[in-house]
């Protein structure tokens, strides 16, 4: 399939090179600015602009891959020229693009990138929805040529999918951030607790969450949590988050063993 890129970020950049790898053709790159473009498209073979009014109109699918803000005026835009419409957002509706155009669907990679750490995008779930069934087993073919993780979801599951998300990807990142500033104060190097971070990981790729939680709070072990918030009298945000996700523990063991 001959398919143009809106955008150049960390989602344009791993999904185009990995719809290169399976045989298809990247018409251009599009970014507001010429060196991200540039940059983007000569690893890909492609044409970079930075205006919109230059799109070549010889492709068979527009993928918009930018901040969840600018798809709608970027699809408005697009839909003059009556082509296939995607949007590769978590948290935005199929509607932000059908009400431009009745050629549109969602290709949403479940996955956090960055532009320098390669992964294989093969395993890779790959969430579609289109706006009919049609388009939607368009989409499903193209997706299975990238990922061999496919799924049909809906906008509002997908909402909640991307919620989830959060709270599996972009929190627990936030508290490494902590433990190392915590680390750091004791002249303790964040190694140390990195491999305490992948067993945590392996662990729920096999169990799930709940069957596999340890810590003070899981006991209910009030003396060592307390001795862990006197550590923190002089960060009273980092009290406030110990003592929400603590009590969060705790009511989740109770739930857990009333109900076995």
């Given at each position: 399939m001959r398919i143009t890129l809106i955008g150049s970020g960390n989602?344009?950049?791993?999904?185009?090179?990995?719809?290169?790898?399976?045989g298809h053709k990247i018409v251009q790159v599009y970014s507001p600015t010429m060196q991200n473009a540039a940059l983007l498209a000569y690893h890909l073979g492609a044409e970079p602009i930075d205006d919109l009014a230059n799109i070549d109109p010889d492709t068979g699918l527009f993928v918009i891959a930018v901040k969840d803000d600018a798809i709608s005026g970027i699809a408005k835009q697009l839909s003059v020229y009556q082509k296939l419409i995607v949007h590769t957002s978590g948290a935005t509706s199929i509607s932000a693009l059908e009400i431009f155009t009745t050629q549109s669907g969602v290709f949403y990679p479940l996955q956090t990138f960055s532009k320098t750490r390669e992964l294989d995008f093969r395993q890779v779930p790959l969430c579609i929805e289109g706006a009919s069934e049609e388009i939607t087993n368009t989409l499903l073919t193209l997706a299975q040529t990238v990922s061999n993780n496919v799924?049909?979801?809906?906008?509002?599951?997908?909402?909640?999918?991307?919620?989830?998300?959060?709270?599996?990807c972009n929190f627990p990142n936030y508290l490494y951030h902590i433990s190392q500033q915590l680390l750091e104060?004791?002249?303790?190097?964040?190694?140390?607790?990195?491999?305490?971070?992948?067993?945590t990981a392996q662990k729920v790729q096999q169990y799930l969450p709940a069957d596999v939680q340890t810590g003070p709070a899981v006991r209910n072990d009030e003396k060592t949590m307390e001795a862990h918030l006197q550590l923190l009298n002089d960060n009273a945000e980092f009290q406030v988050i110990y003592k929400l996700l603590s009590q969060g523990i705790i009511k989740m063991e109770k739930w857990r063993q009333q109900h076995r």
């Open positions: 989602v344009a950049t791993h999904l185009g090179a990995a719809f290169k790898n399976a799924y049909k979801v809906s906008s509002d599951q997908r909402k909640t999918l991307h919620l989830a998300a959060v709270f599996a104060q004791h002249d303790l190097q964040f190694d140390i607790i990195r491999p305490l971070i992948d067993e």
